[in-house]
């Protein structure tokens, strides 16, 4: 592969999860460069990353993963890479795929690649899978278009993209935002992927924090993003 890649992965106490995140990224996609966002842990990320010589950029604060998000972007616009994707730092994403990922952007003109669970596959039924199911409805009422898998944390972003979430403030790495861009005419596609469990630590999202998100996201789509101004 010829493209310069960047995996983005925001860490916020990821101590169990990290050193196996890193080395299934350095033995499925030895080609990509990768940056751990340290997002002002209290465990021992941070130390185990500089530990083992791991490329590091480390918040003094607990900024979300928007905050966290951007500072790696902004990291792929000032060393100009060709795509930048979001890597949970939690062991749920395979960088088996990104090469594939990269070659769908390339062959399809996709400024975004959504690595989903769902595309070739039906969405099981769970209370979580229905505000799924929600968010893909509320894009395709605003958008026309489906996103079968929004609230995937694996997204590839070509260099168009890059620079709108490094520097504007109100572009976070949520399905909002991705319903945004589609509105705008920019083109997001979907490419089937395998996601592991959570094998160690605690997703920050429990039940009750699921159905806020769910709710809230659906809200900014079917609402908010339409004062958002165009980029």
């Not at 751990?36 to 990353?49: E, F, L, P, Q, R």
């Not at 792929?76 to 949970?88: E, K, L, M, S, W």
């Not at 079968?148 to 399905?175: C, H, Q, V, Y």
């Amino acid at each position: 592969m010829n493209k310069r890649v960047l995996a983005v992965i925001p860490a916020y106490n990821e101590e169990e999860n990290i050193v196996s995140t890193i080395e299934d990224l350095r033995k499925n996609a030895p080609d990509i460069d990768y940056v751990i966002v340290n997002d002002g842990s209290k465990d021992s990320t941070a130390a185990i990353c500089r530990e083992r010589g791991y490329h590091l950029i480390s918040l003094p604060v607990n900024l979300g993963l928007a905050g966290a998000f951007q500072t790696g972007m902004k990291y792929a616009y000032a060393h100009g890479y060709d795509y930048a994707i979001q890597f949970d730092a939690d062991g749920q994403h395979s960088a088996a795929y990104i090469d594939d990922m990269v070659e769908v952007a390339e062959e399809t003109g996709a400024n975004v690649v959504v690595g989903s669970r769902f595309a070739d596959c039906k969405k099981p039924f769970s209370a979580r899978m229905a505000g799924s199911a929600l968010i893909t409805a509320m894009i395709f009422v605003t958008t026309r278009k489906r996103i079968e898998d929004p609230t995937s944390g694996m997204r590839l972003f070509d260099s168009k993209m890059i620079p709108l979430f490094a520097n504007e403030l109100d572009f976070g790495p949520e399905p909002d935002t991705i319903s945004l861009l589609m509105r705008h005419g920019y083109k997001v596609e979907e490419m089937q992927v395998e996601m592991r469990e959570r094998t160690a630590g605690e997703s920050y999202l429990n039940f009750t924090k699921s159905v806020s998100y769910m709710l809230r996201i659906s809200l900014s789509i079917l609402i908010v993003q339409w004062f958002r101004r165009r980029k």
